[in-house]
């Protein structure tokens, strides 16, 4: 198995550009999340998804769009990248209490 | 509101030299207590889960352990591949929804 995976690993953008960083689970999880990781901050949660077909906002959800596209795939959205978007963005899975986390997509805003 | 702190922001210790590392937190009905580890440029590697106070586990050189209020990761006689970021997250409410501290950045010296 692979776990959850994420593409792209490294993305630079210019300010008001849109991207797609994608997301996929072969663990037959319901539950998958988007979080973004700062310095000093932590991870904090973008939005989520408990199940295929349901998606919620998290703690920083503004400027950013989900999809749950199928059971195994959960996309995130920056429509208008700004710099305050540059971060590291981890996709994370879960069936019962434990979350996965995928290696990470490195996006530099410009 | 829910919140996770975690000290020190960083550890340095020599080989062999033990240690614990906190977790302090403050949520509303904890359904349980998480601890990672996280590799520079590497998604978070799940070590633990705790549920109850007076609970602990162990792998290797590492054990937690859950008190009403905190957490603590004992790190008995740590070699050099100890080094990492230690988050630990709680879990509170529906959803699956963790909120984790800052993390601390443990270097183990040869």
């Known amino acids: 198995n692979a776990g959850v995976t994420q593409t792209p690993k490294f993305q630079v953008l210019k300010t008001g550009q849109s991207m797609t960083l994608q997301c996929a689970q072969d663990m037959n999880h319901n539950s998958m999340y988007w979080y973004r990781q700062d310095p000093g901050m932590g991870l904090r949660l973008i939005y989520y998804?408990?199940?295929?077909?349901?998606?919620d906002k998290g703690e920083v959800p503004n400027g950013y769009n989900v999809s749950r596209l199928n059971k195994r795939e959960f996309s995130l959205r920056l429509e208008s990248a700004a710099p305050s978007q540059t971060s590291v963005y981890f996709c994370?899975?879960?069936?019962?209490?434990?979350?996965?986390f995928g290696p990470g997509t490195r996006l530099l805003v410009l | 509101e829910d919140q996770v702190t975690q000290s020190p922001e960083a550890l340095r210790l020599q080989e062999g030299e033990s240690s614990s590392l906190n977790c302090s937190y403050t949520?509303?009905?904890?359904?349980?207590l998480f601890w990672y580890r996280q590799d520079p440029g590497k998604g978070p590697e799940f070590l633990f889960t705790?549920?109850?106070a007076g609970e602990e586990k162990e792998k290797e050189r590492l054990k937690a352990t859950l008190t009403k209020k905190e957490s603590f990761l004992h790190i008995t006689a740590p070699k050099p591949e100890d080094s990492a970021t230690y988050l630990c997250?709680?879990?509170?409410?529906?959803?699956?929804?963790?909120?984790f501290g800052q993390g601390t950045r443990l270097t183990i010296n040869p």
């Open positions: 994370a899975s879960t069936a019962a209490k434990t979350q996965y």
């Open positions: 949520v509303s009905g904890l359904r349980g």
């Open positions: 998804s408990a199940s295929e077909g349901t998606t």
């Open positions: 997250a709680a879990h509170s409410g529906g959803a699956q929804k963790l909120v």
């Open positions: 705790l549920y109850s």
